[in-house]
């Protein structure tokens, strides 16, 4: 039997690396995390200068917008518009889960964020441990495929560290089962974009 990652859902990341990440986030940098189905790079969805920094390490148009995850909805209910009682528990028939939506984007969504779009893309994670890194940080986070643009999505902390020497802090752990990235859907209409 394998030992568990440090952040696992079944224990609490370690005080030290908590730390650590928190500082690297308020200094506007960008951590590189397990997640369903491979490594993703994140920074606080708030800070524009770190959503740079994230969208110049990818490689990745600035149009696009990207995604941010959460441990629960409380933690991304200051970036999207308010939701009728109808709409939560729509919501919660997929969250959580490897289901991302794009939902109407509150005033304090930084364009870098959304992209060209009005709309912002949000998911609860079923992940265990970016949940848990989500909740040990008491914030939600950016979540976009760590690879540089057009090459394969990396799986391993090893391999970020690799490709992203200095630029991220990479964390242990473990991806999910997933083969493929979350499902995108527009939470208004029900289209599936990926």
């Known amino acids: 039997m394998s030992k568990p990652s440090l952040l696992s859902p079944r224990r609490l990341p370690k005080v030290g690396l908590v730390r650590q990440a928190r500082g690297r986030l308020r200094a506007g940098g960008v951590l590189a995390y397990a997640t369903e189905s491979c490594f993703g790079l994140g920074c606080l969805p708030t800070d524009v ?3 740079r920094r994230v ?6 148009p600035n149009h696009k917008g990207l ?20 709409q939560k528990a729509e919501l919660a028939r997929y ?19 959304r992209g060209r779009h009005d709309k912002i893309a949000v998911r609860v994670t079923a992940h265990g441990e970016a949940a848990a890194l989500c909740r040990a940080l008491g914030t ?8 540089r643009a057009g090459q394969r999505s990396l799986k391993t ?6 490709a992203f020497d200095g630029q991220v ?26």
């Open 140 to 147: 939600a986070l950016v979540s976009t495929s760590a690879n």
């Open 49 to 51: 200068r770190a959503i």
């Open 67 to 86: 995604i941010v995850i959460a441990a629960d909805i409380g933690q991304i209910r200051h970036l999207i518009r308010p939701l009728s009682a109808a």
């Open 95 to 113: 969250w959580p889960g490897p289901y991302t939506f794009l939902l109407p984007a509150s005033r304090r969504v930084p364009p870098a964020l």
């Open 169 to 194: 802090l990479t964390l242990p752990g473990r991806i999910g089962k997933r083969r493929k990235p979350s499902t995108i859907i527009d939470f208004a209409t029900g289209r599936v974009l990926r």
């Open 55 to 60: 969208l110049a390490i990818k490689a990745r």
């Open 157 to 162: 902390a090893r391999a970020c560290r690799q």
